[in-house]
């Protein structure tokens, strides 16, 4: 795994979640492998088999407005030959009334390299309790 | 993606489920790679990083009486190269007094092929709601 292709993973990622933050459905669409193969669990939920599942879910989570900001103070990726995984711990924000509040999910990302870009073809991501520590920047444990 | 890897990748992960029902700690070293980087999310909690962590949790898991059953009533799984992923539904049974409980869970586990053997590199299990509907035989998905 050359370093160069360890930042195009985390680019990718990083992406997914810029355009979750942003409730970006374009940038959503370029981010996904689009066939019938890829998954996504959101947080308690069973698996979504395939792009049109998929994309409908994320347009339903805009719709009702998306969360305020996802934060990744945990991340750990691995490549091997053309897929990658990535591990993250997500601090999702949201605005209730006044106040903000946190919730945080435990994800796998596993993403495809399909010609020289990589993109997501699984997102699982699954509700735990606020971490013990809070990690200031980014750890890559490879 | 050959036949053969496919039946391969999926008597691996039958024989991790195989190692979780009947509380075999041995089963259970056989199928991990043993390294710092594989990881491993029981439902409901925050990803282990590395064998030493992960065997112990399973440890603790057996040591306690563990699942009566896990069944897999979903299955879909896909390799690229030397890395595969395997999507289940666990419907995991408990004896409470007299009684026989059901939770479910949906776990990504993603293998890598080591030599001839797959083993596994990361397991994701997330509690999910019983699903609407009860599959009978296991459908792969490719």
């Not at 996904?32 to 019938?36: G, L, P, Q, S, T």
């Given at each position: 795994m050359s370093e160069k292709q360890l930042v195009e993973v985390l680019k990718a990622n990083e992406s997914f979640y810029h355009a979750i933050k942003t409730g970006d459905i374009g940038q959503m669409d370029n981010i996904?492998?689009?066939?019938?193969n890829i998954k996504c669990v959101h947080p308690g939920w069973p698996m979504l088999y395939g792009w049109e599942a998929v994309r409908e879910s994320w347009e339903n989570i805009f719709s009702s407005g998306g969360p305020l900001d996802i934060e990744l103070p945990d991340i750990s990726a691995q490549i091997l030959g053309d897929i990658a995984w990535v591990i993250c711990i997500e601090k999702i924000s949201y605005k209730v009334g006044n106040e903000l509040q946190f919730v945080f999910a435990q994800s796998t990302n596993i993403l495809k390299l399909d010609g020289s870009n990589w993109f997501l073809v699984l997102h699982h991501a699954s509700p735990i309790p606020a971490p013990r520590r809070e990690v200031t920047s980014n750890e890559i444990l490879q």
């Open positions: 996904w492998i689009k066939d019938a």
